[in-house]
T-cell receptor
Framework: GAVVSQHPSWVICKSGTSVKIECRSL??????MFWYRQFPKQSLMLMAT?????????EQGVEKDKFLINHASLTLSTLTVTSAHPEDSSFYIC??????????????FGNGTRLTVT | AQTVTQSQPEMSVQEAETVTLSCTYD???????LFWYKQPPSRQMILVIR??????QNATENRFSVNFQKAAKSFSLKISDSQLGDAAMYFC??????????FGKGTRLSVIA
């Protein structure tokens, strides 16, 4: 099946630094990449939707200047957490789709990134 | 607004037995897809099964099947012959039109040997 490779799987960084998370679709072209955040024992909360070559659409309450999303190609999307703070510690997971939405194309998720900000 | 509700935070089942996880949803769209995703301790999201709203026939994938009741907006997942590897968080999700995938809060399934 379709595979999304997400790196790193686990990262610890100091407060104030930036962290980049990469998601690569290995055997399909991810027209759309969805970025989710998951707190312990909770569901996935959508942060933003990105389409290749265009600006990401952020959900209400998500700071676009803090969570920079780049979807420069059909196989690579990145999320950069800028000036990270302890409250940004969470599990981040990407989901790639081949359609313009997840409507008729099930998402293929990466393995997630556990971010800990000290 | 689209919502997905999973009313069972936790469920348990004996190995080899059958368990049903509940899910209800709400949408104003007439055409949509419903999904069940499994998230094991590794936290990888794995697609278990999906159902197209316009199809009346319930989807099945080996030991996994759904009971899709469109009028009641219900989409339950049945796991037959439960195995230890089925232990995980299960998320029900809804997608329609241009709305991103919306997830329920999840049901944690334990399988007892």
């Amino acid at each position: 099946g379709a595979v999304v490779s997400q790196h790193p799987s686990w990262v610890i960084c100091k407060s104030g630094t930036s962290v980049k998370i990469e998601c690569r679709s290995l055997d399909f072209q991810a027209t759309t990449m969805f970025w989710y955040r998951q707190f312990p024992k909770q569901s996935l909360m959508l942060m933003a939707t990105s389409n290749e070559g265009s600006k990401a659409t952020y959900e209400q309450g998500v700071e676009k200047d803090k969570f920079l999303i780049n979807h420069a190609s059909l196989t690579l999307s990145t999320l950069t957490v800028t000036s990270a703070h302890p409250e940004d510690s969470s599990f981040y997971i990407c989901g790639g789709g081949t359609g313009s939405s997840s409507y008729n194309s099930p998402l293929h998720f990466g393995n997630g990134t556990r971010l800990t900000v000290t | 607004a689209q919502t997905v509700t999973q009313s069972q935070p936790e469920m348990s089942v004996q190995e080899a037995e059958t368990v049903t996880l509940s899910c209800t949803y709400d949408t104003s769209e007439s055409d949509y897809y419903l999904f069940w995703y499994k998230q094991p301790p590794s936290r990888q999201m794995i697609l278990v099964i999906r159902q197209e709203a316009y199809k009346q026939q319930n989807a099945t994938e080996n030991r996994f099947s759904v009971n899709f009741q469109k009028a009641a907006k219900s989409f339950s997942l049945k796991i037959s012959d439960s195995q230890l590897g089925d232990a995980a968080m299960y998320f029900c999700a809804l997608a329609s039109g241009n709305t991103p995938l919306v997830f329920g809060k999840g049901t944690r399934l334990s399988v007892i040997a």
